[in-house]
């Protein structure tokens, strides 16, 4: 069966420092990868999404940047956060091609002092 | 744009009610949807996926319906149990060259009172 794993759970960090959380799926091959941003009180953002290793599409322009090394890792990464980066980060994955079931990881929680 | 709605945004009911949930989507050039449950704090759980060739799918007390040419699906809860208090959250999956992209609605908060 397949697993996907989010660290840290939570992390709180002051403005200006850099970010590095992790994503990766176990059980599976060639998944496609999502970060997606929940804000308290709001809907789920698409932020980055990966059909494939060093292929990366950009939702949102931001402060923000991922990173796919490896097949089953996905890195979402900041250089200088702000305050408005708090927030709810999911990592998901499903099989390629659009008619696939998407599964969630458990999240990290961010807040940025 | 696929644009992704869900009403209502907020719902109570007394517990043993059945209840409607709504989704709507502007683009109904869709390869799925899906319907997902959220714990405050947690990630998202699937329940159903229905696809764009299909009408409904059923798990246990819950059963979604899908209408493509309405653009709209509906999640059914039947004799609701405060364990089903959540967020319910729709997401689609668009046919065409941005295929692997999934769009949320804001979702449902769900309170089933005891």
């Known amino acids: 069966s397949q697993t996907i794993h989010q660290w840290p759970a939570t992390l709180v960090q002051p403005v200006g420092s850099p970010l590095s959380l992790e994503c990766t799926v176990e059980?599976?091959?060639?998944?496609?990868l999502y970060w997606y941003r929940q804000a308290a009180g709001r809907g789920l953002q698409l932020l980055f999404y990966s059909v494939g290793i060093g292929q990366i599409s950009s939702e949102v322009p931001q402060n923000l940047s991922a990173s796919r090394p490896q097949d089953r890792q996905f890195i979402l990464s900041s250089k200088k956060l702000l305050l408005s980066d708090s927030g709810f980060y999911l990592c998901?994955?499903?099989?390629?091609?659009?008619?696939?079931?998407?599964?969630f990881g458990p999240g990290t929680r961010l807040t940025v002092l | 744009k696929q644009e992704v709605t869900q009403i209502p945004a907020a719902l109570s009911v007394p517990e043993g009610e059945n209840l409607v949930l709504n989704c709507s989507f502007t683009d109904s050039a869709i390869y799925n949807l899906q319907w997902f449950r959220q714990d405050p704090g947690k990630g998202l759980t699937s329940l159903l996926l229905?696809?764009?060739?299909?009408r409904e799918q059923t798990s246990g007390r819950l059963n979604a319906s899908l209408d493509k040419s309405s653009g709209r699906s509906t999640l059914y809860i039947a004799a609701s149990q405060p364990g089903d208090s959540a967020t319910y959250l729709c997401?689609?999956?668009?046919?065409?060259?941005?295929?692997?992209?999934?769009?949320f609605g804001p979702g449902t908060s769900l309170s089933v009172i005891p």
């Open positions: 998901a994955w499903r099989r390629g091609g659009g008619y696939n079931e998407q599964f």
């Open positions: 059980g599976t091959s060639n998944p496609n």
């Open positions: 997401a689609c999956s668009r046919t065409g060259a941005s295929y692997d992209k999934v769009i």
């Open positions: 229905i696809q764009s060739s299909q």
